[in-house]
C-alpha cells in the first residue's frame, strides 16, 4: 500500500516505511509548511502532477481517494493512468449544506459539490459508512447503486473500552463524584457546542442537587472558517449562564488520553447538525459510556435509542437537557445503556472493515465494479 500525503515541512521525508508493503510518500505542493485548509485546493493540480509521476515510475493497482480534494487527484490519475478509482468522502458539501446552508456558503469553495458529483460519477466504487450516507450519495448526487459500498470505520476495541471511572477521572484531574457530561470534537457550528453548553445552563438550574452539580468537559480546539467564532460563542453562553466553574477546556487530545476522558465522564453529547458516521459516539460507546446524539447521519446507526443512548430530533438545549438528566439521575439506566452501547460498538473492528475494503478493491481491479474509463 502507498500512500499519499501533501509534505508540510522541509524536514519530512520523502518516503516512510511503516512495515513490509506499507509506505507514507510526502509529496510537495505548494510551501513547505501547513496550509489553511481553504487554500489546498489551489494546490492540488500541482499535487496531483507530482503523484501522477511517483505512480507512472512505480505501478499501483487501484487509486482511494479520501476526501473530495483527493477525489479531484484520483479522478484525473483514473483516466491519466486507466487505474479504477475508490472514493470516500467522509464529508459531503450538499449534505453540509441541508444542515445549515448560510454556514456552508461561506465555508466551502463553490466547485466542491460539482467535484464530488463528477468523482461520484466516475468512480468504480464509492464507501459510505453507513446506510444513511448511502441513501445520500443516492439522493443528493444520483450514485448508482451498484457502486456504492457500505465499508463502516472501526474502533480499536482494546484501546476504547470500559475501566474505572475513579482512576480515570484522577489521571485526568477530575473531581471523583461530580456527574461530568463530556463533548469532543472540533469547535465549529456543525458540532453543536453551544446547544451543549445551554444544555448544561438548563440542568444546573434543576431541582436535583445531583444534576445541578453537573460539570461540562470540552475536548477539542477550533476548527474551520468559524471554528473561533463558535468558540466565542460558546465562552459567551459560560459568561451569560455563570457557567466558569462547570465548563472545563481541554486542548485535543491523543487517543491514548482520549480514551481516558470517555471513561472519566458518565455520558458523551454529540449534538452535531450533520454527521456523515459519528466516530466519537462509537469511541463512547466502546468504553461503556451513554450516549446522547442528535438523530441525524450516520449516528442514528450507531445509537440505538432508548437502549445505548438517547437520539434528540431538535436542536433544543432543553431536549438535550431532560435526556442528560435522566441518565445522571438514574446509574441503573446509565450503566445498562453503557453495557449495551458497549455490545454494539463491538461490531465496529478494523479488521472488519480492512476485510471489507479489500473485497471492494478485488472487485475493482478484477474488472466487477467498472465505472467510466
Known sequence: MEVFTRADSPTAPAVVSVEPGFRVHHVPAGPLAPVVKEA?????????????????????????????????????????????????????????????????????????????????????????????????????????????????PGVDLAFFGPGDQGQARRAVGLEPDQPIILFVGRIQPLKGLTVAVEALAQLRSRPSSRVARAALVVVGGPSGPHGCEELAAAHALVERHHLHDAVRWVPPQPHEMLST????ADVCVVPSRSESFGLVALEAAACGIPVVAAAVGGLTTLVDDGHSGFLVEARDPAAYADRLARLLDDGELAARFGWAGRRRAERYTWAAAAAALAQVGERCTTGALVACR
Not at 476522558?261 to 472519566?264: D, G, L, N, V
Request: hydrophobic fraction near 50%; charged fraction near 20%.
Open 40 to 152: 489546498l485546493p489551489e494546490l492540488v493540480e500541482e499535487w496531483t502532477a507530482a503523484v501522477g509521476r511517483l505512480l507512472a515510475a512505480d505501478p499501483v493497482d487501484a487509486i482511494h481517494a479520501n476526501y473530495w480534494l483527493s477525489g479531484v487527484a484520483g479522478h484525473a490519475l483514473k483516466h491519466q493512468l486507466d487505474l479504477p478509482l475508490i472514493s470516500t468522502f467522509h464529508t459531503l458539501d450538499r449534505v453540509k449544506a441541508e444542515a445549515s446552508p448560510e454556514e456552508q456558503a461561506a465555508a466551502e469553495p463553490a466547485r466542491r459539490a460539482h467535484a464530488e458529483a463528477e468523482i461520484i460519477g466516475c468512480s468504480d466504487a464509492v464507501l459510505a459508512s453507513c446506510s444513511v450516507e448511502a441513501a445520500q450519495l443516492s439522493e443528493l448526487y444520483g450514485a448508482p447503486a451498484e457502486r456504492v459500498e457500505i465499508v463502516a
Open 261 to 264: 476522558y470517555f471513561r472519566a
